[in-house]
């Protein structure tokens, strides 16, 4: 009869891990994976903004000479086209108004 008891007890020892996690482990682990994702989130957008202020600083000129040159240059450009415009518009004029002479 003692041999037979111990036998029962030994078989109710266990030296594996509980594989099963508690509901309060199972909410850490979910809150850690959305604390993650939001933190990736916000790690893109803080690298984004840096990027776009880089770009922002390589645009805007370092000082006030390179504003003008580059407003100097704009405004050319902005003639340049004006006037090949006007010179395309009095052209077709020129060429609408043979057409018409021709045909009286």
Known sequence: MFRTA?????????TSPIVR????????DAAKK??????????????????????AKEAVPETSGQAKGQANEIAGEAKGKAS???????????ELKGEA????
């Open 6 to 14: 111990i036998a029962r007890q030994a078989r109710l020892f266990s």
């Open 21 to 28: 996690k508690s509901p309060v482990e199972t909410a850490k």
């Open 34 to 55: 959305v604390d993650r994702t939001i933190s990736d989130q916000v790690v893109k957008g803080i690298e984004k903004g840096e990027e776009v202020v880089g770009k």
């Open 84 to 94: 090949e415009l006007s010179g395309q518009a009095k052209g077709k004029a020129q």
């Open 101 to 104: 002479k021709s045909k009286m």
